[in-house]
Each structure stands twice: as C-alpha cells, then as structure tokens.
C-alpha cells in the first residue's frame, strides 16, 4: 500500500527546511520589487510542471494574488504557442524562451527560470540572453543547482533532489515573491470602516429581515462624502444570530444584499462586507481579525482610515488594526468613551 503519511512528512520536512533560504528569497524579491516600481517587468519561463508554474505566477502578478490593485507587469514565456512552435520551428526548441527574451526584454527586467535539474537548455539560453541585455537573471532549482546556479545572478535551490518535491516548493517560493511583490508595488488605499446594525441601518435587535430595513439618518450623506474623498467603504458586522439560531447564513446574506442594493440607489459603492456569525471566533469583535482581512484584501492604510460604530467594540476592534480615528455614534447623552470621538449625529462627522 502506497504510504500517504510518509509523503506528508517529507513534504513536511522539505517545508522546515526551506526556511534556510529565506535571505536570498527576501534579496530576489526586493530586485523584483525595484524592477517594478521603475518600470521594469518579471518573465519566467520553464519547462512541462515548471512552464505550468511559470504561467500560474505571472497570472498572479498581472491578475490578483490577494489583494485588489493595478496589474503588475510580469509576463511567462511559456503560452504563446504561435511564438512556440515557429521559433523552435525556424530556430531550434533550446532557442524558444532566449528568443522571446531578445524581443521583448530590456535592461531592468528580471528573467526567473524554473527548472527542477537546473540544466535545461532552452533555460540557460535564455538566461545568457537576459544577462548580457542587463537583465537580472535568478534561478528556481533543485538541490544541487545544476549549470543554472553557476550562470545566474540570483539561486534559489530548494532542498530535494526529487522532482515533484521541488516543484511543490518552487509555486510555495514563488507565492511569497508574489505576496511581497504585491505588497510593496501596489498604492495603498484609506478606508472607513462602518458597523451595520445601529450604524448603518435601525437596529431592532439581531436585524435580518429585508423589510425592516431602514437607513440611519445621515448614513448615505457621510457614505457619499467617503466617496468623494476616496475612501472605500468596508462593513464591518458581528451577527452572531447565525450561531444562536435566529436567522440562517442565507438571510444574512439576503439582508446585506438588500443594503448594498439601496445604497447603491442612493449613489453608493459598498466595497465589501463582512460578516462574524460565531460567538468565539478571532474574527468577532472586539478581536480585529475582520479588520485584517480586510486591510491585506484590498492593501488599506490603516493609519488614514476611519472606523465609524454605535458600540465601543467597534472602535476598540479597529485601533486594534492601526485606526486611528473612530467615532462613536450615541444618540444618548453619553459624552465620554474611552474609543473615539463621541458623536450624537452622523452628520456631526467630518472626513479629512
């Protein structure tokens, strides 16, 4: 019988390791990152599992890898069959990705080559290519590294000799460039985050039907001023009436719909809502994992946004995410808390 487990812990093993090259991780993330910002792009390129590797990473720059922003540039060698079949037609296949790199790179780029032995020819080629057009060239291999860990400026060898090992670790090393990538490259945005029930519509306690749906005075007025002043507008909301029963996951869902289709009436993007239906969940607030999520979706400013609620938790749940400026609406005669600014009105709130 094939022994599952064993694979695991070898995985497992492999993954401990790994950890050993985090320097030279971090030193090619940082020239693709500079490659970026001034204008540069990243190719990759590579052969069966490690052409498949290379189209998935440059989808994840050019497309989304977590969070919502520009397209980044970044381009696989390895998909454009018309380029494929003609030059390893006219030229020979060990030319197909150096071709490629003489045609559309340029001094600042970076090429990343993935291959399991390191001694993949067409690789190689199209490395040599790269480094005498001032391209920085980094390696993705096995173990030993092969021709490739000699010939470029960067080597990442992940410990195994073993085919599909390495290939497991080469999209795990190749997530992190992306995740850092992205982090680093894309304009952070500010935000303000609101409360629902009480804050945004009348709350008449654990509030879910469609029809009791009602704005608080002043919402769409202070929504239509976060728009105007860039801010995306992010829902916050508790509803731990899932777990106790009272309503369904499908009637939250209906219920936040119907918001985010009367706002929309009234002029009102809702970038996203969301939701903590547990009663002990680090998503719940006064705990800020919802906040978190949030600000690495969409790569928030924390520091320059803005968190609006009728409960002290949602205030203290946001400064325990890097807001800075809460206010607590409190329709009441509280005058002092110990989170945010005390408001009685919606209208009394004025965005930077």
Same mark, same amino acid.
């Given at each position: 019988?094939?022994?599952?487990?064993?694979?695991?812990?070898?995985?497992?093993?492999?993954?401990?390791?790994?950890?050993?090259?985090?320097?030279?991780?971090?030193?090619?993330?940082?020239?693709?990152?500079?490659?970026?910002?001034?204008?540069?792009?990243?190719?990759?390129?590579?052969?069966?599992?490690?052409?498949?590797?290379?189209?998935?990473?440059?989808? +994840?720059?050019? !497309?989304?890898? @977590?969070? $919502?922003?520009?397209?980044?540039?970044? %381009?696989?060698?390895? =998909?454009?069959?018309? #380029?494929?079949?003609?030059?390893?037609?006219?030229?020979?296949?060990?030319?197909?990705?150096?071709?490629?790199?003489?045609?559309?790179?340029?001094?600042?780029?970076?090429?990343?080559?993935?291959?399991?032995?390191?001694?993949?020819?067409?690789?190689?080629?199209?490395?040599?290519?790269?480094?005498?057009?001032?391209?920085?060239?980094?390696?993705?291999?096995? +173990?030993?590294? !092969?021709?490739? @860990?000699? $010939?470029?400026?960067?080597?990442?060898? %992940?410990?195994?000799? =073993?085919?599909?090992? #390495?290939?497991?670790?080469?999209?795990?090393?190749?997530?992190?460039?992306?995740?850092?990538?992205?982090?680093?490259?894309?304009?952070?945005?500010?935000?303000?985050?609101?409360?629902?029930?009480?804050?945004?519509?009348?709350?008449?306690?654990?509030?879910?039907?469609?029809?009791?749906?009602?704005?608080?005075?002043?919402?769409?007025?202070?929504?239509?001023?976060?728009?105007?002043?860039?801010? @995306?507008?992010?829902?916050?909301?508790?509803?731990?009436?899932?777990?106790?029963?009272?309503?369904? #996951?499908?009637?939250?869902?209906?219920?936040?719909?119907?918001?985010?289709?009367?706002?929309?009436?009234?002029?009102?993007?809702?970038?996203?809502?969301?939701?903590?239906?547990?009663?002990?969940?680090?998503?719940?607030?006064?705990?800020?994992?919802?906040?978190?999520?949030?600000?690495?979706?969409?790569?928030?400013?924390?520091?320059?946004?803005?968190?609006?609620?009728?409960?002290?938790?949602?205030?203290?749940?946001?400064?325990?995410?890097?807001?800075?400026?809460?206010?607590?609406?409190?329709?009441?005669?509280?005058?002092?808390?110990?989170?945010?600014?005390?408001?009685?009105?919606?209208?009394?709130?004025?965005?930077?």
């Amino acid at each position: 019988m094939y022994n599952i487990d064993k694979d695991f812990e070898t995985i497992s093993n492999n993954f401990l390791k790994i950890k050993e090259i985090t320097p030279v991780i971090e030193k090619v993330a940082q020239v693709c990152v500079d490659s970026v910002k001034t204008g540069g792009k990243i190719m990759f390129c590579g052969n069966g599992g490690s052409a498949a590797d290379s189209q998935h990473l440059a989808a +994840e720059l050019v !497309g989304r890898y @977590k969070v $919502n922003r520009p397209a980044l540039n970044s %381009v696989a060698l390895t =998909t454009d069959t018309s #380029i494929l079949t003609a030059v390893g037609n006219d030229f020979g296949y060990d030319t197909i990705f150096e071709r490629q790199v003489e045609g559309i790179g340029k001094n600042g780029d970076v090429l990343i080559g993935l291959s399991t032995s390191g001694n993949s020819k067409n690789v190689l080629l199209a490395m040599d290519k790269a480094k005498a057009m001032g391209i920085t060239t980094v390696a993705m291999t096995g +173990e030993s590294g !092969g021709k490739m @860990k000699e $010939n470029a400026d960067f080597a990442i060898n %992940v410990p195994s000799d =073993t085919t599909n090992h #390495i290939q497991e670790m080469h999209i795990a090393v190749g997530h992190i460039l992306c995740g850092i990538i992205e982090k680093e490259c894309s304009p952070k945005v500010k935000a303000m985050f609101l409360d629902r029930d009480g804050t945004i519509n009348v709350d008449y306690d654990y509030t879910f039907e469609i029809e009791k749906f009602e704005f608080i005075d002043g919402i769409v007025d202070l929504c239509k001023q976060a728009q105007e002043k860039d801010y @995306k507008i992010i829902v916050i909301t508790n509803q731990s009436g899932v777990e106790r029963g009272y309503y369904t #996951i499908e009637q939250m869902n209906a219920f936040n719909n119907h918001m985010k289709a009367e706002f929309k009436k009234q002029g009102v993007e809702i970038t996203d809502v969301y939701c903590c239906p547990y009663l002990n969940h680090p998503d719940r607030k006064p705990s800020s994992g919802m906040y978190i999520k949030a600000r690495d979706r969409y790569n928030i400013d924390m520091e320059k946004s803005v968190v609006v609620g009728d409960k002290e938790r949602d205030i203290e749940s946001a400064f325990n995410a890097g807001v800075k400026i809460g206010y607590l609406l409190d329709e009441k005669n509280k005058t002092t808390s110990s989170a945010g600014k005390i408001v009685h009105s919606l209208k009394d709130i004025v965005l930077r």
